[in-house]
């Protein structure tokens, strides 16, 4: 079974705050993605990496940026956090292309 | 910039009835249309997907069905049950990227036992 994990489940933070959600994968993908979900949104891709060191924009980057030093690893880190930036992040991972991608239990961060 | 629009935003069927959802897709060149559903409180997980050389898939109670030159596709589900209530999310592939997924605004089902 492919198991994504966050490194919390619920997060608060102050504006200005610099801030590190992080997401682990235990099977060996090559791609990982960062996504934002809102109500009436849908999930909105922020960042995606698909090798180590590499990565992409989504279409919400800006506020945002990732560091992916080891294939299992990819962390997405707001700089100096605002309250707009108060949602769920979902990590998520794939093999390959055009493969499922498996999501983690996502992180509800509140900025305040 | 490519977009994928999804409708309804709510549905409530009665147990036993039929759920349709449809997705409209922007870009001529996706290949490559998933449905994830979320339970309350869970993470999406793939239920089915279907691929553009494909007109239509079938699982068990649902299905997939794919008009490339209208550019949309639907979600059927048959004989709803109750645990198919939760929010279901179309997506289709961006084409030049073979990694991204654009997805839908998500429909929220509600069957009523």
């Known amino acids: 079974d492919v198991k994504v994990t966050q490194s919390s489940r619920y997060l608060v933070k102050r504006t200005g705050e610099k801030v590190f959600l992080e997401c682990v994968q235990d099977?060996?993908?090559?791609?990982m993605f960062w996504y934002r979900q809102d109500p009436g949104l849908g999930l909105r891709l922020i960042y995606f990496?698909?090798?180590?060191?590499?990565?992409e924009k989504g279409d919400i980057p800006e506020g945002y940026s990732v560091s992916r030093e080891k294939k299992e690893r990819f962390s997405l880190i707001l700089e100096s956090a605002s309250t707009n930036q108060t949602s769920m992040y979902l990590c998520?991972?794939?093999?390959?292309?055009?493969?499922?991608?498996?999501f983690g239990p996502g992180t509800r961060l509140t900025v305040t | 910039g490519e977009n994928v629009e999804q409708h309804p935003s709510t549905l409530s069927v009665q147990e036993g009835d039929s759920a349709v959802i449809k997705c409209t897709y922007s870009?001529?060149?996706?290949?490559?249309f998933p449905w994830y559903k979320q339970e309350l409180g869970k993470r999406p997980q793939l239920i089915i997907d279907?691929?553009?050389?494909?007109g239509e898939k079938k699982d068990q109670r649902i299905a997939v069905t794919l008009n490339k030159t209208a550019k949309h596709f639907s979600l059927h589900i048959t004989e709803t049950q109750p645990e198919d209530s939760a929010v279901y999310f179309c997506?289709?592939?961006?084409?030049?990227?073979?990694?991204?997924?654009?997805f839908g605004t998500g429909t929220l089902l509600a069957v009523q036992p």
């Open positions: 998520a991972s794939s093999i390959g292309s055009l493969r499922e991608q498996y």
């Open positions: 279907i691929r553009s050389n494909v």
């Open positions: 997506a289709a592939s961006i084409s030049g990227a073979t990694n991204k997924l654009i």
């Open positions: 990496s698909y090798d180590v060191k590499m990565k």
């Open positions: 099977m060996d993908h090559e791609n």
């Open positions: 870009d001529s060149a996706s290949n490559y």
